[in-house]
């Protein structure tokens, strides 16, 4: 049985540090029907890139699964170890981005050394901007015009990547897409009335898009499964001598400066999610007053910097890059947090319980054989939605015409030749079409930035 709480307190944990730990079981309820949904769900899109991370870092099915496996475990402590209120994940637009600067390197040691150093970086970058709270200063200072640039690259990127593959599983990939965005965005369907049904599709909207993508992939024979029994057995060993800083040495000083405008760029995105972040549990504060949310910005950037270290300090790095929330799911969670006490007794229930179960189903061969097939879709339609969220995130961000024009050649320069060039061709658009004075539109962002520390 969980924990009790004060009315209107912040839910008790046991503190180390900034941090809070909290107990699945002791402090933190279970909610079965959460369980087996959101395990199923996080386990595919997180194991989505298992082909990529195969490609780039030229490694075994086995090995990439069990660098996902520990990505899984890191994303589930951000809840129970860490007790920040996020519901974690990914700083998915950064992954096109990252795509297309892996690309350009070769794949194996070279790739690995690469993210190594881009995971090192962002740590000391997240650890930085927390222990001196110029988080939100920095933010202020990046240029709106710049932000959305670089939040429109993440959208070109996406969407450029997605249409290469779409002739490799054309059915199944337009039929994902198609019931996933109408799911999520389309205004008829949300003109309809909240029905139960309704309500349940719309909230599992990624998983009913690749169930009914699954069923065309059978009919058209661009999806196949061939189920097998047993467990899977990590090869720990040979992943630590593959992937490990501890095995491969530590990357040049070289690297290191190579990779340092794309974790600058991770770090504006990283900070517009924390932003996102605030504004949603803001609305989700005002209406349970039975518990006081605990946003930190503080805490969610040590967080964010010891989630990314240890991932290359105990195994290596991933594609992904960890990031302070999964924008989708917790939305979805922060909706029925707003149903009451029964329905989730504390924020911390809603991510525990749809991401907990993931790394148990990582080990059972039945469940891997009958979403690897799924990978490709999985990862698509997370890559499409962001492209999708980037792009109307960025549009909006659109002041007139000469901030329209300088965005799409932001995001296009970012896209096509990496996040150097993206941000140096921004800071050079800044000056000569905006100049150096021009701030009017960053006042009027000013008190959507207010400081959540």
Request: glycine share 10%; proline share 5%.
């Amino acid at each position: 049985m969980a924990k009790k709480r004060e009315y209107g307190a912040i839910h008790p944990g046991i503190k180390w540090g900034p941090f809070t730990m909290r107990i699945p079981g002791v402090h933190i309820g279970w909610t079965p029907s959460q369980l087996f949904q959101g395990g199923l769900l996080l386990l595919a899109t997180s194991g989505s890139v298992t082909p990529l991370v195969m490609q780039y870092f030229d490694v075994s099915f086995e090995v990439a699964w069990t660098l996902g496996l520990i990505f899984l475990f890191f994303v589930v402590a951000q809840t129970i170890f860490f007790g920040d209120v996020y519901a974690a994940g990914a700083i998915t637009p950064a992954l096109p981005i990252t795509l297309a600067f892996v690309g350009t390197l070769t794949p194996g040691v070279e790739v690995i050394h690469a993210l190594t150093a881009l995971y090192l970086m962002c740590a000391l970058i997240f650890l930085f901007f927390g222990a001196t709270g110029l988080g939100l200063k920095f933010n202020q200072l990046v240029p709106n015009v710049l932000k959305a640039g670089i939040i429109m690259g993440g959208a070109v990127a996406a969407f450029r990547t997605e249409l290469d593959r779409l002739p490799t599983m054309p059915f199944t990939l337009v039929t994902a897409w198609a019931i996933t965005l109408f799911l999520l965005y389309s205004l008829p369907f949300k003109q309809l009335s909240s029905t139960k049904l309704k309500i349940f599709v719309a909230g599992n909207a990624m998983l009913v898009g690749l169930v009914f993508a699954t069923g065309v992939g059978l009919l058209t024979g661009e999806l196949s499964f061939s189920l097998t029994w047993g467990f899977f057995i990590p090869p720990i060993a040979e992943t630590f001598s593959t992937l490990s800083i501890w095995s491969i040495g530590v990357p040049s000083w070289g690297v290191f400066l190579s990779v340092l405008p794309l974790a600058i760029l991770i770090y504006i995105l990283a900070f517009s999610d924390l932003l996102i972040g605030d504004t949603l549990m803001k609305g989700a504060d005002q209406i349970r007053k039975d518990e006081k949310i605990d946003v930190n910005a503080t805490r969610s950037h040590y967080a964010l910097a010891a989630r990314n270290f240890l991932q290359v300090i105990t195994v290596g790095p991933m594609l992904w890059m960890h990031g302070p929330i999964w924008v989708g799911v917790q939305v979805f969670i922060i909706e029925r947090y707003k149903q009451g006490r029964k329905i989730m007794d504390t924020i911390f229930a809603g991510p525990m319980n749809f991401y907990i179960l993931a790394i148990p189903l990582g080990f059972l061969l039945p469940v891997i054989s009958i979403i690897t097939p799924l990978f490709p879709v999985a990862l698509s339609v997370a890559l499409l939605l962001t492209g999708f969220a980037c792009a109307y995130v960025a549009m909006s961000m659109v002041e007139d015409q000469t901030t329209g024009g300088m965005i799409l050649i932001i995001g296009m320069v970012t896209a096509f030749l990496g996040a150097a060039w993206g941000l140096g061709v921004g800071l050079v658009l800044y000056i000569l079409l905006i100049g150096l004075t021009g701030k009017k539109e960053e006042k009027r962002k000013m008190e959507a930035d207010k400081e959540i520390s």
